[in-house]
T-cell receptor, first 115, second 108 residues
Framework: GAGVSQTPSNKVTEKGKYVELRCDPI?????LYWYRQSLGQGPEFLIY????????DSGLPNDRFFAVRPEGSVSTLKIQRTERGDSAVYLC?????????????FGPGTRLTVL | GQQVMQIPQYQHVQEGEDFTTYCNSS?????IQWYKQRPGGHPVFLIQ?????EVKKQKRLTFQFGEAKKNSSLHITATQTTDVGTYFC????????FGAGTILRVKS
């Protein structure tokens, strides 16, 4: 595709429910990143993948958060037992390869609201 | 952990005036990237600085990386309404550490 796509664009759920957020990176990009952005803040790193494996998941806030990328392309961020504090915009980004000097291309984000 | 701070938090300028945002890291950076996020949009990469003391220009935008590689600045000359948005600096390599951003508003 032309850019990074994310679905859904908006997700409203109730406290305690399970949600899945999907990211489709730019075709051919091997590195994929998830960030979370709260209002008035910069994006906060959650996890990144190089290929199918999670290379660094140190930003995941707790074990309710999990992400997969089984075929090295599409990734799903999974949040169990959602809490109101999980409400934020979840951003996905991709780059051609992982590395500190590579530009990251961001998707439009999924706005998650936990009631 | 690494922290990146940006000032000012917010700036409202008259069209045609200059604008500068400053970024400071708690640790030495290997590189720094700048992103722009329009209202309701997502971050878009502007530029990357790698070398100590590096200065890069993109039309009316000038980016600087400090000698100690712990600070950076973005200067916009003669702002236009199209410059409106939030400007973020980010360091840290793969796991980018973003500053809180500087919101720029331009009065026409």
């Amino acid at each position: 595709g032309a850019g990074v796509s994310q679905t859904p664009s908006n997700k409203v759920t109730e406290k305690g429910k399970y949600v899945e957020l999907r990211c489709d990176p730019i075709s051919g990009h091997t590195a994929l990143y998830w960030y979370r952005q709260s209002l008035g803040q910069g994006p906060e790193f959650l996890i990144y993948f190089q290929g199918t494996g999670a290379a660094d998941d140190s930003g995941l806030p707790n074990d309710r958060f999990f992400a997969v990328r089984p075929e090295g392309s599409v990734s799903t961020l999974k949040i169990q037992r959602t809490e109101r504090g999980d409400s934020a915009v979840y951003l996905c980004a991709s780059s051609s390869i992982a590395g500190p000097y590579n530009e990251q291309f961001f998707g439009p984000g999924t706005r998650l609201t936990v009631l | 952990g690494q922290q990146v701070m940006q000032i000012p938090q917010y700036q409202h300028v008259q069209e045609g005036e200059d604008f500068t945002t400053y970024c400071n890291s708690s640790t030495t950076l290997s590189n720094i990237q700048w992103y722009k996020q329009r209202p309701g949009g997502h971050p878009v990469f502007l530029i990357q600085l790698v070398k100590s003391g590096e200065v890069k220009k993109q039309k009316r935008l000038t980016f600087q990386f400090g000698e100690a590689k712990k600070n950076s600045s973005l200067h916009i000359t003669a702002t236009q309404t199209t410059d409106v948005g939030t400007y973020f600096c980010a360091g840290g390599g793969n796991k980018l550490v973003f500053g809180a951003g500087t919101i720029l508003r331009v009065k026409s």
